[in-house]
T-cell receptor
Framework: GQNIDQPTEMTATEGAIVQINCTYQTSGFNGLFWYQQHAGEAPTFLSY??LDGLEEKGRFSSFLSRSKGYSYLLLKELQMKDSASYLCAVRDSNYQLIWGAGTKLIIKP | GAVVSQHPSRVICKSGTSVKIECRSLDFQATTMFWYRQFPKQSLMLMATSNEGSKATYEQGVEKDKFLINHASLTLSTLTVTSAHPEDSSFYIC???????????????FGAGSRLTVL
């Protein structure tokens, strides 16, 4: 079956750096997405990786290793507003999005 | 950027009634729209894929007669929860992708979601 694993919850300190990991097992691979979702709101797009390596976008970076079925989202200079759930999603060979359960990130002052 | 409008944001209804949720792409044509359900502290669960002008494709375990989906135009899809029961209470979210290929970072744009509470 298809599976995406991410930690359920993580805690970090304001101003610090946090890495959220995502491992996947899917039937085929056509890209990996990271979304941010604040409580009670819809997800918003953060990043997209289809080739191995690091994609940097401001304070957020996302890394992909297709051979390892692994990605991470790196958040730098954490701010209180970064407290949210972070969803990892993989597009499989049928171009269906398979969603992880999300990682709830708690930022402490 | 692409915007998807979803309405209503919150709805409370009595058990046995039907509720319609609208999803509109405001500044782009969406040949495909997706309907998700999300229970508290859980991830998104795809309910159905809606293609303009054709019948929706439902995921396994989703009752097509209970969750009616209509995608009559390139900018509007509706989800009707028929004969709603308390267990249908959930956060329903639509998303859309722009007309064209699925290759590349064809990003899904999400609506703001509709929180349904069935009493």
């Amino acid at each position: 079956g298809q599976n995406i694993d991410q930690p359920t919850e993580m805690t970090a300190t304001e101003g610090a750096i946090v890495q959220i990991n995502c491992t996947y097992q899917t039937s085929g691979f056509n890209g990996l997405f990271w979304y941010q979702q604040h409580a009670g709101e819809a997800p918003t797009f953060l990043s997209y990786n289809v080739l191995d390596g690091l994609e940097e976008k401001g304070r957020f970076s996302s890394f992909l290793s297709r051979s390892k079925g692994y990605s991470y989202l790196l958040l730098k200079e954490l701010q209180m507003k970064d407290s949210a759930s972070y969803l990892c999603a993989v597009r499989d060979s049928n171009y269906q999005l398979i969603w992880g359960a999300g990682t709830k990130l708690i930022i402490k002052p | 950027g692409a915007v998807v409008s979803q309405h209503p944001s919150r709805v409370i209804c009595k058990s046995g009634t039907s509720v319609k949720i609208e999803c509109r792409s405001l500044d782009f044509q969406a040949t495909t729209m997706f309907w998700y359900r999300q229970f508290p502290k859980q991830s998104l669960m795809l309910m159905a894929t809606s293609n303009e002008g054709s019948k929706a494709t439902y995921e396994q375990g989703v009752e097509k007669d209970k969750f009616l989906i209509n995608h009559a135009s390139l900018t509007l899809s509706t989800l009707t929860v028929t004969s709603a029961h308390p267990e249908d209470s959930s956060f329903y979210i639509c998303s859309a992708s722009q007309a064209g290929s699925y290759s590349g970072a064809n990003v899904l744009t999400f609506g703001a979601g509709s929180r349904l509470t069935v009493l």
